[in-house]
């Protein structure tokens, strides 16, 4: 199954089967997640209505992980099977968790501010997250360093698998470390300690997001396929002058 | 309506907070859809230009 979608004219022909059905997914998670967010949820006991910030910024910092999972899969994927299609897939989800760890942190510091009384701490959990950020900015420099595509391929998706030992840092980082970021509160293992009101638009925002992400990636992964056919084709065009004139 | 926009003495933190992620989301989204359209018109445009030297299958059943 992996081996069949590593051609990309077979990958092409399903992400772009998928790619209507996940726009539309994303336009009305997203529309009911704000909806939920801001109409049809309560503020918070304690932090009243500064709670609103949650449904952007908690949904922000679990794409800002997931994405750089999916980097991490990608990257092994492509180093072992040799898949080129994941290379680029990493190279397109990169961007894109970039942008969601910087929401994630600019929205956690507007958040910050009125609720602990300022816009940053050194702490476990802010700190390992600006790491991410830096990581996302590194495997993109580097990918893009070298003349020849592949090497900066392979050298970027080792610094994505080195860089994985940051996901269980940031996820344990509230357990493992004395912080002013509160633990979490929807992955309890019994039950999230969480009100439904609250819990039913960042799902909603969560899931939008991740659809945001999958529509993303496809449109990233079809522009670069296109961009690396436009230089073989030019490529072929030049030795074939060479060799005839 | 009204009381939907006004988030009392935290509006000055939420909206920038919102304001931010809908740029820089809005941002990520409409380049990438340019970037792919212009890279996509390229790719036909030389496509197009080239001259065929193979041709694996002929469905208008013409002598290629």
């Known amino acids: ?245 | 309506m009204t009381e939907v926009f006004n988030m009392g003495e935290y509006s000055m933190y939420i909206w920038p907070a919102w304001g931010f992620a809908v740029l820089v989301l809005g941002g990520l989204v409409i380049a990438s859809v340019r970037v792919m359209q212009a890279r996509e018109r390229e790719l036909a445009e030389l496509e197009a230009a080239k001259p065929r030297r193979r041709r694996q299958k002929n469905p208008e059943g013409k002598s290629a």
């Not at chain 1, 092409?12 to 967010?37: K, Q």
């Not at chain 1, 600006?130 to 360093?145: E, P, S, T, V």
């Open chain 1, 1 to 245: 199954m992996l081996q069949k979608y590593a051609n990309p004219k077979r990958f092409l022909t399903l992400a772009n089967s998928v790619l209507p059905w996940t726009t539309c997914a994303t336009v009305i998670l997203i529309v009911a997640g704000l909806y939920f967010a801001f109409a049809a949820s309560p503020p918070d006991y304690q932090q009243g209505q500064t709670v609103r910030i949650m449904y952007v910024h908690v949904p922000s910092a679990w794409m800002a992980m997931f994405a750089y999972a999916f980097i991490v899969v990608a990257s092994a994927v492509g180093l072992i099977w040799k898949h080129p299609v994941a290379h680029v897939g990493a190279l397109a989800a990169a961007p894109i968790g970039a942008c969601f760890t910087l929401i994630c942190l600019a929205t956690g510091s507007l958040w910050g501010k009125p609720m602990w009384g300022t816009w940053w701490v050194w702490d476990a959990r802010l700190t390992s997250v600006l790491i991410l950020f830096f990581l996302y900015l590194g495997f993109i420099a580097l990918a893009n360093a070298f003349d020849d595509s592949s090497r900066g391929e392979k050298a970027s998706a080792i610094l994505a698998l080195i860089g994985g030992i940051n996901l269980p840092i940031i996820k344990f980082s509230v357990d493992w470390w004395n912080t002013l970021h509160q633990p979490a509160s929807v992955s309890k293992i019994d039950m999230p300690s969480i009100h439904s009101s609250m819990l039913t638009p960042l799902l909603l925002m969560g899931i939008g997001f991740t659809a945001l992400f999958v529509t993303l990636v496809i449109i990233r992964v079809r522009a670069e396929l296109a961009s690396r056919r436009i230089n073989a084709l030019r490529a072929a065009k030049i030795h074939a002058e060479v060799a005839g004139g």
